[in-house]
């Protein structure tokens, strides 16, 4: 037994966690230098340590400053939970307020632990799987991310001893046979982590360039690690340690083998009924006026939601994409995505840029209608879907790279056409199979300040139409209409 708490007992290691709340990590490292016992007292009164700390890029983060300052023990790589007599994994992780109503999210995935590919298929199930050895049992210490501040001022705000729930164990279960399935499979190379729900293969290597072999095939595949989603993260912030927060209504009751398959059967159960037959089946009065989310509203309807926010589907971070299908079969939008930050876009790399993880770690659920020969929308059918990892890494990579080089570099070109549009060089449709750039702003007066220090750059004709060349029109980048259309299930179409 420690001298502060006994190493065996997960309730003695949470009691005394809990005393680092409302602490900065600057003060529980100043607290172990005073102390005699402090396990590395010669360690940590050298400046290298602090310096390292400090450095945001710091490799073991806050977490081993913990481990090492706070409980005393140091910090390694041991393939067990941290607290190993007891079963307790420690995590420390950031969690950060966002917009005008200070909303809490995580900052980030929980890294649970790495994956080795020839191990991990030799694993008899998820039960007795690493990663559960883990995850188990989780010794939670949320700090608040503020930018600006250096990492060792950040303080801690909530710590308690987490185990997932049943109904998620279930679908953690679901997210290990499929990664492990693909593994199996020799497809390590084209895991990512919207193939699953709550439990995904992050990227973990210093670039996406980093590979390991892997079993059953030759192509070597990214270094990744499971990790509990962000979107779960967050769920589990605001309904296991933030008092008072809303909670939303969950579409499963009682045991499901398989979620996805179990939210398909019942979306498409109203398959071939009109949006007016939907109306009048769950009460909707569109008569008066229509609601601009009607086809997204009447999905969760069908699943017995009655908001516009589901359970499982907040813990995913699944996004609902209503499909729209014309007679001819086409689609006639692209699918967009947030509006480009100019300044922020400049500032990141494709590994960790904001498109690029939107789309690595997003599962979307289609909900798909076709208008029939009159033109009146039908329900065709749903389907989860995320990005393949070769149209991900291919085109996606290749608009998002031309994008942020043309905006850093100020080459961001205007003209205006024969018809008085104005045009920019930015990457077009026409040009790529997957993605492209176009306008998300209400007119031309909604715009973005580009970087510091760049200028559009526009003829003389031009410039008599635009003003301010340090502000350009809101972008986005969107997938291709054309592209959407080819990832359709046929059955739904």
């Known amino acids: ?103 809490l999210r995580a900052k980030e995935r929980l890294i649970i632990t790495m994956i080795d590919y020839y191990n991990l298929v030799k694993e008899p199930s998820f039960w007795e799987s690493h990663v559960w050895k883990k995850a188990q049992l989780i010794l939670l210490v949320w700090y608040l991310y503020e930018k600006g501040k250096e990492n060792i001022d950040f303080h801690v705000d909530f710590v308690k001893l987490f185990t997932p729930p049943e109904e998620d164990r279930k679908i953690m279960e679901a997210d290990y046979n499929k990664i492990v399935a693909k593994v199996r499979a020799g497809k390590a190379h084209e895991l990512s982590e919207g193939d699953t729900l709550y439990l995904g293969a992050a990227t973990k290597g210093a670039t996406s360039a980093d590979r390991r072999k892997q079993p059953y095939s030759d192509i070597e595949a990214k270094q990744r690690a499971f990790s509990f989603k962000n979107s779960y993260m967050t769920y589990v912030l605001n309904t296991y340690f933030v008092p008072d927060v809303t909670t939303y209504e969950p579409i499963v009751h009682g045991e499901v083998d398989d979620f996805e398959g179990y939210v398909v059967k019942r979306i498409n159960a109203y398959r071939g009924k009109s949006v007016a037959e939907l109306c009048q089946i769950f009460d909707i009065d569109i008569s008066q006026k229509k609601p601009k989310n009607l086809e997204s509203m009447l999905a969760f309807r069908m699943l017995g939601v009655k908001g516009n926010h589901a359970e499982e589907f907040e813990k995913a971070g699944i996004v609902v994409k ?154 986005c980048f969107w997938l291709n209409n054309t592209y959407i259309i080819k990832q359709i299930k046929a059955e739904n179409k």
């Open 322 to 475: 209503t499909i729209r299908i014309e007679k001819s079969g086409s689609i006639q939008q692209s699918m967009s995505f947030p509006v480009i930050d100019y300044q922020k876009l400049v500032e990141e790399t494709w590994d960790d840029c904001t498109f690029g993880n939107y789309l690595r770690e997003t599962r979307f659920f289609f909900v798909i209608y076709k208008k029939d020969d009159e033109g009146i929308l039908h329900l065709s059918g749903s389907q989860f879907w995320n990005i393949p990892e070769e149209d991900l890494e291919g085109d996606v990579r290749s608009v998002w790279q031309e994008t942020h080089d043309i905006i850093k570099n100020g080459q961001l070109e205007i003209h205006v056409d024969a018809k008085g549009n104005i045009c920019n060089n930015l990457p077009k449709q026409k040009n790529h199979t997957v993605s492209h750039v176009r306008p998300h702003g209400r007119d031309r007066n909604d715009t973005h300040p580009l970087p510091v220090g760049t200028h559009l750059l526009m003829d003389r004709k031009t410039r008599a139409y635009w003003i301010d060349d340090t502000r350009y029109v809101k972008q």
């Open 1 to 103: 037994m420690s001298n502060f708490y006994d190493k065996t007992d997960p309730v003695s290691i949470e009691k005394y966690a809990k005393k680092m709340i409302g602490k900065t990590f600057r003060e529980i490292w100043e607290e172990n230098e005073m102390s005699s016992s402090g396990l590395l007292k010669e360690k940590t009164t050298t400046d290298g340590y602090m310096q390292s700390h400090t450095n945001k890029h710091y490799k073991g983060g806050m977490g081993n400053l913990v481990e090492e300052c706070y409980f005393k023990y140091k910090s390694n790589n041991d393939s067990n939970p941290d607290f190993k007599e007891a079963g307790v994994e420690l995590k420390v992780t950031p969690y950060k307020k966002v917009g005008k109503k200070q909303e």
